[in-house]
């Protein structure tokens, strides 16, 4: 079973559409989070989410909105695309806020 | 001066010597230290964590901290074909959210 586990794997769509990835952990984990990996490879935070409650919300365009339904899940939002999102969106998950953080298998979106 | 400074590399060893990996960082209240292995086109994998001064062994890893120098290092013995990858450093921030920066990584190549 995929410990940390997000929807889809690949997502290519048109600038202007507006999309969702979906993120689930079944390792029982507090909080979770979403990192943007661009094509330079860096890693950097974007959300964080404890217990449902959003607690990490770094400098994003607010075309970018988390929901958190439960603890076991993180969705991502994101309206009006543009050719600047094109990254590898990574989902991860730690027991509490400051135990290690493990990721997903990231989510690679291509905006034509 | 980035918050968390790696030698992008590509750092480049023989099969069975010791990679030695290095890392900088610029917050001096920073707490907790990690090193992420990354294959290409895969997700972050964590492989160590260490949180006081010293040295810390899992296998054929060694993670080091120096907190009044402010680096970690990681060092792998014996160093195959299949530790070729990048090497990402992360350090989380002080507070209680658990945010990781993360530094550009280093790519390590280890050849036969």
């Known amino acids: 079973d995929t410990a940390v586990s997000q929807t889809p794997k690949y997502l290519v769509t048109q600038m202007g559409n507006d999309k969702s990835i979906k993120c689930e952990q079944n390792?029982?984990?507090?909080?979770m989070y979403w990192y943007k990996q661009d094509s330079k490879k860096f890693l950097k935070i974007m959300f964080s989410?404890?217990?449902?409650?959003?607690?990490i919300n770094e400098t994003v365009p607010n075309r970018f909105s988390p929901k958190s339904p439960d603890k076991a899940h993180l969705n991502l939002h994101i309206n009006s695309l543009e050719l600047g999102d094109s990254a590898v969106y990574f989902c991860?998950?730690?027991?509490?806020?400051?135990?290690?953080?493990?990721f997903g298998d990231g989510t690679r979106l291509s905006i034509l | 001066q980035k918050e968390v400074e790696q030698n992008s590399g590509p750092l480049s060893v023989p099969e069975g010597a010791i990679a030695s990996l290095n890392c900088t960082y610029s917050?001096?209240?920073?707490?907790?230290f990690f090193w992420y292995r990354q294959y290409s086109g895969k997700s972050p994998e964590l492989i160590m964590s260490i949180y006081s001064n010293g040295d810390k062994e899992d296998g054929r890893f060694t993670a080091q901290l120096n907190k009044a120098s402010q680096y970690v290092s990681l060092l792998i013995r014996d160093s195959q074909p299949s530790d070729s990858a990048t090497y990402l450093c992360a350090v989380r921030t002080r507070g209680n959210t658990g945010k990781l920066i993360f530094g550009q990584g280093t790519t390590l190549q280890v050849k036969p």
């Open positions: 390792l029982g984990h507090d909080t």
């Open positions: 917050d001096r209240g920073s707490q907790s």
């Open positions: 991860a998950s730690s027991r509490t806020v400051d135990q290690p953080q493990h």
């Open positions: 989410y404890n217990n449902k409650e959003l607690i």
